[in-house]
């Protein structure tokens, strides 16, 4: 059986194969809320009494902390697709706190999260969620100060160190033209929230022994959260289409990464190196994703991308549309060389 082909009620096989993995269960979400939460709050007031001591040791711990901060972004992402609990509720309030600790509007964020699962891989419907990626003819038409705003863009010390400060300390603090009430008042009641955690702060330990301990652990969570983002659909043979050869299911499949990250880093992620079984049910609870991954051989045939082999994507910058690959900016150069010769050498 394939995931193409249909069974007797005339839905796709691969809904039957995923269904089975889709009902949240309560016992597994109260638990990884317990060892994410109470661990983070932990090592906070842990960073909190090293300051007296060494603030070296204090940015050491920044990392551990970074990791479970990581692992709550995935269950906020979890609450977004309604897969964390079966209440709706339940996964709005959790949604909330979760999103509020990650500097997150949770009900705006997954509601440009949801955009993204219905087009990434889409070339004619980028721009919802995912990195900035042109085609090479795209990258050509732009004039040079775009070129080299495009070439800033895509380095990584700006793609994992600056954007993401920027992105979860200044781009989600405000609201756009066309938002939804429901997406403004989202980001309000966290900037709300967030003033009010800065208040108590500033009245217990004081506003800079907050900025010490809270501004580390978002750099390093930041960076590495982007970094699985990245990965997650910037890699060797990934799948990108025109809108009218688009295929969900073939994006899901070749186009979202199956990231076979080392045992603590994949805890940390929350399993979202899966992401190839995600792209294709968001309705599974992160904790499910490797047994689904398990349960199918079509899942299993999926190349999967290693720590190391992952360090090769830092060098693709954008997708030629003939070869269906991404490519790197010097591939341009090689590109313009081959325009510029005469026919017929």
Same mark, same amino acid.
């Given at each position: 059986?394939?995931?193409?082909?249909?069974?007797?009620?005339?839905?796709?096989?691969?809904?039957?194969?995923?269904?089975?993995?889709?009902?949240?269960?309560?016992?597994?979400?109260? %638990?990884?809320?317990?060892?994410?939460?109470?661990?983070?709050?932990?090592?906070? *007031?842990?960073?909190?009494?090293?300051?007296?001591?060494?603030?070296?040791?204090?940015?050491?711990?920044?990392?551990?902390?970074?990791?479970?901060?990581?692992?709550?972004?995935?269950? *906020?992402?979890? *609450?977004?697709?309604?897969?964390?609990?079966?209440?709706?509720?339940?996964?709005?309030?959790?949604?909330?706190?979760?999103?509020?600790?990650?500097?997150?509007?949770?009900?705006?964020?997954?509601?440009?999260?949801?955009?993204?699962?219905?087009?990434?891989?889409?070339?004619?419907? =980028?721009?919802? %969620?995912?990195?900035?990626?042109?085609?090479?003819?795209?990258?050509?038409?732009?004039?040079? %100060?775009?070129?080299?705003?495009?070439?800033?863009?895509?380095?990584?010390?700006?793609?994992?160190?600056?954007?993401?400060?920027?992105?979860?300390?200044?781009? &989600?603090?405000?609201?756009? =033209?066309?938002?939804?009430?429901?997406?403004?008042?989202?980001?309000?009641?966290?900037?709300? !929230?967030?003033?009010?955690?800065?208040?108590?702060?500033?009245?217990?330990?004081?506003?800079?022994?907050?900025?010490?301990? +809270?501004?580390?652990?978002?750099?390093? !969570? %930041?960076?590495?959260?982007?970094?699985?983002?990245?990965?997650?659909? +910037?890699?060797?043979?990934?799948?990108?289409?025109?809108?009218?050869?688009?295929?969900?299911?073939?994006?899901?499949?070749?186009?979202?990464?199956?990231?076979?990250?080392?045992?603590?880093?994949?805890?940390?992620?929350?399993?979202?190196?899966?992401?190839?079984?995600?792209?294709?049910?968001?309705?599974?609870?992160?904790? &499910?994703?490797?047994?689904?991954?398990?349960?199918?051989?079509?899942?299993?045939?999926?190349?999967?991308?290693?720590?190391?082999?992952?360090?090769?994507?830092?060098?693709?910058?954008?997708?030629?549309?003939?070869?269906?690959?991404?490519?790197?900016?010097? &591939?341009?150069?090689? &590109?313009?060389?081959?325009?510029?010769?005469?026919?017929? +050498?």
């Amino acid at each position: 059986m394939t995931l193409s082909t249909e069974t007797k009620d005339g839905r796709p096989a691969w809904r039957r194969i995923v269904a089975k993995y889709e009902k949240p269960n309560l016992g597994r979400s109260l %638990g990884q809320i317990a060892s994410t939460m109470i661990p983070y709050f932990a090592i906070l *007031c842990v960073m909190y009494l090293t300051l007296e001591v060494s603030y070296w040791i204090t940015l050491a711990l920044a990392f551990p902390a970074a990791g479970f901060l990581t692992r709550n972004f995935i269950i *906020c992402h979890d *609450c977004g697709h309604g897969s964390f609990f079966k209440s709706k509720k339940a996964n709005r309030i959790l949604g909330f706190v979760s999103g509020v600790l990650t500097f997150l509007p949770s009900y705006y964020w997954s509601h440009e999260h949801a955009k993204h699962h219905a087009a990434a891989g889409d070339l004619d419907r =980028r721009g919802h %969620g995912d990195i900035w990626t042109l085609t090479v003819q795209e990258y050509l038409a732009l004039s040079r %100060g775009k070129r080299i705003w495009y070439r800033l863009y895509r380095n990584p010390f700006f793609l994992f160190g600056v954007a993401p400060i920027f992105v979860f300390l200044v781009n &989600y603090r405000y609201w756009r =033209r066309g938002d939804t009430a429901r997406d403004r008042w989202s980001t309000i009641r966290t900037n709300l !929230a967030l003033v009010a955690i800065v208040i108590v702060a500033s009245l217990t330990i004081g506003i800079k022994a907050y900025v010490m301990i +809270q501004v580390p652990i978002m750099i390093v !969570a %930041g960076a590495f959260g982007v970094w699985l983002f990245y990965v997650q659909h +910037q890699f060797e043979n990934t799948y990108w289409e025109r809108h009218e050869n688009w295929n969900y299911v073939q994006h899901a499949l070749k186009g979202s990464s199956f990231y076979k990250l080392p045992g603590i880093f994949q805890w940390f992620s929350g399993n979202i190196g899966f992401h190839h079984v995600h792209h294709l049910s968001p309705r599974i609870p992160n904790y &499910y994703l490797q047994k689904c991954h398990e349960s199918h051989p079509m899942f299993q045939e999926v190349k999967h991308v290693t720590l190391w082999s992952s360090m090769k994507c830092l060098g693709y910058r954008m997708w030629d549309e003939e070869r269906k690959k991404l490519v790197g900016f010097s &591939y341009v150069s090689v &590109y313009l060389a081959k325009q510029a010769m005469p026919s017929g +050498q």
